[in-house]
């Protein structure tokens, strides 16, 4: 049986938490799921990574570099990159994981396509010590950003949309996007500020049962000096049209029975 970090048995059908910066932790009776883990990840997690941004993978560099070895799905650019940088099973996000939950990717437009350029000249005008170390010398390859779908084995579904959402999304990218992932049980979505509005009707279109409205962005756009929003107006305004919405914040958690 599939006990907990406490040894008890695992008594939840599935378990999210929210770890800071962009770090979901997705719990299962089979299974912990680290999205870009703020924290070292262990040995024991499925690590996976949506996009090569340094606040994403501080953890699992962290514990590369310590010389844990890790279990890491991403793009296929970035896992021969981050391959040099510790040991580890790395593999491109798609297939199977420990052959019972399957995992589909997709990958997306950011907003801003050079929005990590943005950061980096707002880190060089306020170098504090969080922005240096968002300026390290070595530099992962670029990635694109890929939304990722969980399938367990009791067929629930948790859909990861990250920052996909907006209102430079390609609508026909769009379509088919809510047409693969329709009815999804969970939804993670993120938005960065000024994007709430687009990101929340278009969310409504993928059909899910529970929306998480997700802070991804707020932490290290603090750490650098740029403007921040709340996501609890968001989740009201979706409340309000009859989405079942929840805000999904750093030191946050659900747990569904």
């Known amino acids: ?22 770090g ?36 699992t560099l962290k514990a590369l ?15 021969g ?10 593999r491109p996000l798609g297939g199977q994981v420990d052959k019972q939950v399957s995992v589909e990717a997709l990958d997306y437009t950011p907003r ?12 060089l005008r306020k170098p504090s010590s969080a922005a240096r170390k968002l300026l390290k010398r070595d530099k992962p ?7 990722v779908q969980l399938t367990f084995p009791n067929g629930k579904r948790l859909l ?24 999804a049980d969970w939804v993670i979505v993120g938005m960065e500020p000024g994007e709430e509005e687009a990101a929340a009707s278009m969310v409504a279109g993928f059909g899910a049962d529970q929306i998480l409205v997700t802070d991804l962005v707020n932490e290290v756009r603090a750490d650098l000096g740029l ?6 107006l968001t989740v009201d305004r979706m409340l309000d049209e009859g989405l079942a919405a929840y805000p999904f914040v750093s030191g946050a958690g659900y747990r569904y029975e």
């Open 24 to 59: 979901v932790h997705v719990e299962w009776s089979g299974r912990r799921f680290l999205f870009d883990p703020a924290q070292a990840p262990t040995e024991e997690d499925q690590v996976i990574l949506t996009w090569h941004v340094p606040e994403r993978l501080k953890g």
């Open 227 to 232: 403007p921040t929003n709340v996501l609890t």
């Open 160 to 183: 990861h949309l990250g920052l996909a959402l907006h209102r430079g999304t390609d609508a026909e990218w769009l379509r088919g996007a809510q047409e693969r992932f329709v009815g």
């Open 65 to 79: 570099r310590g010389g844990t070895r890790l279990r890491v799905m991403a793009d296929e650019s970035l896992s």
């Open 1 to 22: 049986m599939t006990t907990t970090a406490s040894g008890m048995p695992f008594p939840w059908t599935l378990r999210l938490s929210h770890h800071g910066y962009a």
């Open 141 to 147: 390859p670029a990635s694109r950003p890929q939304v």
């Open 81 to 90: 990159w981050l391959q040099q940088q510790g040991q580890g099973d790395f």
């Open 112 to 123: 801003t396509p050079d929005e990590v350029w943005v950061k980096a000249v707002a880190a």
